[in-house]
C-alpha cells in the first residue's frame, strides 16, 4: 500500500464529513413553514445564529419559536445588533421533523428592513 493513500482518502472524505454537520436531517424539507413574530433574542455566535421569537397563536396564546440560520460569516454585513428584541419578523423555513418549535431559517424579513434569503 502506498504510503499517501490514507492521506489521498482522507483529503477525499473530509469535504462529506463537513457536510455531515450541515446536514438538515433533522428538518422537514418537503415543505416550508411562513411565520410572523417578534424577536425576543438574537444570538450572533458560531457555529450558527439563533433568532428567537414570540408568534401568536389561536385563542390569543404565544408560542416561543427557534430560528436557525447559516454561521455568522457568511451573514454579510450582519452584526450582533441586526436584530433586537421588539423588532418584528417574517420568518419562512423548514420545520423539525419532531415537531418542536424549531425550524431552519430559508428567508427573514424584519421590520427595521433587513432581509435575507438563504435558499
Known amino acids: 500500500m502506498n504510503t499517501r493513500t490514507p492521506g489521498i482518502i482522507l483529503t477525499l472524505l473530509l469535504p462529506a464529513l463537513g457536510g455531515a454537520h450541515h446536514g438538515y436531517a433533522e428538518f422537514d424539507r418537503s415543505a416550508t413553514l411562513t411565520l410572523r413574530g417578534t424577536v425576543t433574542e438574537f444570538h ?3 457555529p450558527h445564529v439563533v433568532v428567537e ?3 401568536k397563536a389561536e385563542k390569543s396564546e404565544t408560542e416561543q419559536w427557534q430560528g436557525e440560520l447559516t454561521n455568522p460569516l457568511h451573514l454579510k454585513g450582519w452584526t450582533p445588533a441586526s436584530l433586537e428584541p421588539g423588532d418584528q419578523v417574517v420568518v419562512t423555513g423548514y420545520r423539525a ?7 431552519w431559517i430559508t428567508e427573514l424579513t424584519a421590520s427595521n428592513g433587513l432581509h435575507i434569503k438563504t435558499n
Open 44 to 46: 450572533f455566535t458560531n
Open 53 to 55: 421569537f414570540e408568534v
Open 97 to 103: 421533523k419532531s415537531g418542536a418549535l424549531y425550524l
